[in-house]
């Protein structure tokens, strides 16, 4: 306490004067409107401008958790969305169903459940392109599990370990898949020759096919997709090899080198209908 009193009447003059000038301030910005409304203003601005900086700041740190949870409600919808065409594609047109009855209907198990993951590693090495996961077997991930992204199909769940999972994409020479037009019930072969990360080809439609650029090229019989997920768009006229069949280029609706955010599709039906095919095949 005596070392406080020393400092204090040591330093009193100094103690004194920033006293005097804090009154002298306060007597000139309450006594005149004009520097009262210098002084708010310019403390709006700081205070608005640290406010800015904090809100940056923390919103750079929790834009991780931000993701995760939209990719979590992301996952909820698609869910509801693919039950909705469900329900909605079972109706005939004398059903009395309503999108009200639908939701209120609670103990509807949906088939398409939806695993959000990130993206950790994409490899473009070549031919041999392979997308790693952050999910794997402790989250529900599985092997031939199908993966899109919010703008279409990304690929198939190739191999998974406790906590990853690794994917074959659309481009690469392995995928396949069965596709049609949007307006067509003629089905053709989705594949990737290799030559651009942004085109893949579909193969085998009949000659007699009609199609035009920026045409809509969805998903069709699937043991892992639902029907009628946009893998992209006709963009050209293609080689074919056989003239009973014509091929054509597609725009793949997925872009692979922004790619970030995928769900994994887990389809409740899927393992029982992998043992009845594989039965009839012995």
């Given at each position: 306490m005596r070392n406080l009193f020393n400092f204090i009447i040591r330093n009193s003059h100094w103690l004194v004067a920033i006293l005097l000038v804090a009154f002298s301030f306060y007597l000139v910005f309450t006594h005149n409107s004009y520097q009262r409304s210098v002084y708010l203003t310019s403390a709006n601005r700081v205070t608005?401008?640290?406010?800015?900086?904090?809100?940056?700041?923390?919103?750079?740190?929790?834009?991780?958790?931000?993701n995760r949870e939209l990719l979590e409600r992301n996952a909820q919808l698609e869910q509801e969305l693919y039950a909705l065409?469900?329900?909605l594609g079972n109706q005939s047109p004398t059903d009395s169903f309503t999108v009200e009855a639908f939701?209120?209907?609670?103990?509807?198990?949906?088939?398409?459940?939806?695993?959000?993951?990130?993206?950790?590693?994409?490899?473009?090495?070549?031919?041999?392109?392979?997308?790693?996961?952050?999910?794997?077997?402790?989250?529900?991930?599985?092997?031939?599990?199908?993966?899109?992204s919010h703008r279409g199909v990304v690929g198939v769940v190739s191999t998974v370990s406790a906590n990853f999972a690794v994917v074959i994409p659309v481009i690469n020479p392995k995928f396949r898949l069965s596709v049609r037009l949007k307006d067509s019930d003629n089905n053709g072969s989705l594949?990737?020759?290799?030559?651009?990360?942004?085109?893949?080809?579909?193969?085998e439609l009949p000659r007699h096919e009609t199609f035009n650029n920026g045409d809509t090229v969805l998903t069709s019989?699937?043991?892992?997709?639902?029907?009628n997920l946009v893998i992209g768009r006709v963009s050209g006229l293609g080689e074919s090899a056989d003239d009973n069949f014509v091929t054509f280029n597609l725009e793949l609706a997925t872009d692979f080198y922004t790619l970030q955010d995928v769900l994994v599709i887990n389809d409740r039906y899927y393992e029982e209908q992998n043992a009845l095919e594989e039965k009839m095949k012995q």
């Open positions: 608005g401008w640290l406010y800015t900086v904090s809100g940056d700041v923390s919103s750079f740190f929790l834009l991780k958790r931000n065409r469900d329900r939701i209120a209907d609670t103990t509807a198990v949906p088939q398409f459940t939806f695993i959000p993951a990130e993206v950790v590693n994409l490899s473009f090495s070549g031919v041999n392109n392979f997308i790693t996961i952050n999910k794997g077997r402790n989250q529900g991930v599985k092997q031939d599990m199908g993966v899109i594949s990737w020759n290799g030559n651009n990360i942004r085109e893949a080809q579909v193969q019989f699937s043991r892992i997709f639902p029907k």
